[in-house]
């Protein structure tokens, strides 16, 4: 790791295949294929940038019993090295033509007998980090042995966060709390977006985080059009409502909540709907506990807004937290996925306050037994006017 005293210690990464593991047997599935950044960092603790390069794949095998494979390139050996991780096959890659193909059906193969599975996430919000005719070779050299979807293996057990991944994920929220806690000094009237957007960025790195992977938001005259778009050229007038997002990472897990800004003055609706998502907040930050599902977050945070005679919006009204921006569940009416203790979520309620204009607030909390606890400084209970 870039940084050998982040690591976590041995057991937290033994627990954590032995849990997957333990599903891989239950489904009678005799190993299971990652290559994906996340999934890998989650077993192995391999943590780099350079997944941002796309010309090499990178596996990770689990199988249903000993110890899980890294078989790489050979670019990665020294870091993949200071992992827990002792079995470490390499080819040089990029190799056009057999691109670590053989060598991965090599490892699979003495894994997994003729008649065994290979698991493989193919579910929502999984990807294959590969590709896809590589991916036909290595199951053509599999044959009889079957594909299957693992999907459930992976996401079921990284969703209950253990203590040491729960401060990992606060430590990241602290830098993007100093970091709002600087906003009065980033954004004002005046200011381009697009100056702000850059400034918030950079005061999140000089709060501690080790990179910035999402800084998003909008403003607009009582509110704004979207949460996803570049930032404009435009400074910001008397009337805007800012929002600023951020997924800011520390330790290899992300943050990720948002905070709201009126400029010079604060209007009527703006006020109104800032306070309905507080509100709204506030009811899941009471009354969430384990056993409830996704649906019912979700049911919870729209029946509190539209008691407050505002129109819910946005979508989904929270997600999953951890080492991507955005894990499973959703809050959304069709999302059944029990929520348990020790899942980190976001409580992200958003609302329609005119044709094209919007508001949405957000916070980070773990779900214990005696309900949410937040992992970020709560905002303000009245939305904020800067100058």
Request: hydrophobic share 45%; glycine share 10%.
């Given at each position: 790791?870039?940084?050998t005293a982040?690591?976590?210690?041995?057991?937290?990464?033994?627990?954590?295949?032995?849990?997957l593991?333990?599903?891989?047997?239950?489904?009678?599935?005799?190993?299971?294929?990652?290559?994906?950044?996340?999934?890998?960092?989650?077993?192995?603790?391999?943590?780099?940038r350079?997944?941002?390069?796309?010309?090499?794949?990178?596996?990770?095998?689990?199988?249903?019993?000993?110890?899980?494979i890294?078989?790489?390139?050979?670019?990665?050996l020294?870091l993949m090295?200071?992992?827990?991780?002792?079995?470490?096959r390499?080819?040089?890659?990029?190799?056009?033509?057999?691109d670590?193909v053989?060598?991965?059906?090599?490892?699979?193969?003495?894994v997994i007998p003729?008649?065994?599975?290979?698991?493989v996430?193919?579910?929502a919000?999984?990807?294959?980090?590969?590709?896809?005719?590589?991916?036909?070779?290595?199951?053509?050299?599999?044959?009889?042995?079957?594909?299957?979807?693992?999907?459930?293996v992976?996401?079921?057990?990284?969703?209950?966060?253990?203590?040491?991944?729960?401060?990992r994920?606060r430590?990241?929220?602290?830098?993007?709390d100093?970091a709002?806690?600087?906003?009065?000094?980033?954004?004002?009237?005046?200011?381009?977006?697009?100056?702000?957007?850059?400034?918030?960025q950079?005061?999140?790195l000089?709060?501690?985080?080790?990179?910035?992977s999402?800084?998003?938001?909008?403003?607009?005259?009582?509110?704004?059009?979207?949460?996803?778009?570049?930032?404009?050229?435009?400074?910001?007038?008397?009337?805007?409502?800012?929002?600023?997002?951020?997924?800011?990472?520390?330790?290899?897990y992300?943050c990720d909540?948002?905070?709201n800004?009126a400029?010079?003055?604060?209007?009527?609706?703006a006020?109104?709907?800032?306070?309905?998502?507080?509100?709204?907040?506030?009811?899941?930050?009471?009354?969430?506990?384990?056993?409830?599902?996704a649906a019912?977050?979700?049911r919870m945070?729209?029946g509190?807004?539209?008691?407050?005679?505002?129109?819910?919006?946005g979508?989904r009204?929270?997600?999953?937290?951890?080492?991507?921006?955005?894990?499973?569940?959703?809050?959304?009416?069709a999302?059944h996925?029990e929520?348990?203790?020790?899942?980190?979520?976001?409580v992200?309620?958003?609302?329609?306050?005119?044709?094209?204009?919007?508001?949405v607030?957000?916070?980070?909390?773990v779900?214990?037994?005696?309900?949410?606890?937040?992992?970020?400084?709560?905002?303000?209970a009245?939305?904020?006017?800067?100058?």
């Amino acid at each position: 790791m870039a940084e050998t005293a982040a690591r976590f210690p041995d057991s937290e990464f033994r627990t954590r295949v032995e849990a997957l593991q333990t599903r891989l047997r239950a489904a009678d599935t005799d190993a299971l294929l990652l290559t994906g950044a996340a999934d890998i960092f989650y077993v192995t603790g391999f943590l780099t940038r350079f997944w941002e390069s796309p010309a090499r794949p990178w596996f990770v095998v689990v199988p249903a019993r000993g110890a899980p494979i890294a078989v790489i390139p050979s670019i990665g050996l020294d870091l993949m090295s200071q992992t827990w991780l002792r079995d470490i096959r390499t080819w040089d890659a990029p190799t056009p033509g057999d691109d670590g193909v053989s060598l991965l059906a090599e490892t699979l193969r003495s894994v997994i007998p003729e008649s065994g599975r290979l698991g493989v996430p193919m579910g929502a919000e999984t990807a294959l980090r590969m590709p896809m005719a590589d991916f036909q070779h290595v199951i053509a050299q599999l044959t009889p042995r079957r594909i299957v979807d693992a999907t459930d293996v992976i996401q079921r057990v990284r969703e209950i966060k253990s203590d040491a991944e729960v401060e990992r994920i606060r430590a990241a929220c602290r830098v993007a709390d100093a970091a709002f806690a600087q906003i009065g000094d980033i954004a004002g009237c005046g200011i381009p977006l697009d100056q702000i957007f850059s400034d918030f960025q950079i005061a999140l790195l000089a709060a501690g985080a080790d990179w910035v992977s999402y800084v998003a938001g909008g403003a607009g005259r009582g509110g704004y059009r979207d949460v996803i778009s570049p930032a404009p050229h435009r400074p910001l007038v008397r009337g805007d409502v800012l929002m600023l997002d951020t997924g800011a990472v520390k330790g290899g897990y992300f943050c990720d909540f948002d905070r709201n800004f009126a400029i010079r003055e604060a209007g009527d609706e703006a006020r109104r709907t800032y306070d309905a998502l507080y509100a709204a907040t506030e009811t899941v930050l009471q009354d969430l506990r384990p056993g409830m599902t996704a649906a019912d977050a979700h049911r919870m945070l729209t029946g509190s807004l539209e008691k407050s005679g505002v129109q819910p919006g946005g979508g989904r009204l929270g997600h999953g937290l951890g080492v991507t921006l955005t894990e499973w569940p959703s809050f959304i009416p069709a999302d059944h996925t029990e929520l348990r203790e020790g899942m980190v979520l976001t409580v992200e309620p958003g609302a329609v306050i005119a044709p094209g204009r919007m508001m949405v607030h957000e916070e980070n909390i773990v779900l214990r037994a005696s309900g949410p606890e937040l992992l970020n400084r709560r905002a303000a209970a009245e939305l904020p006017v800067l100058g």
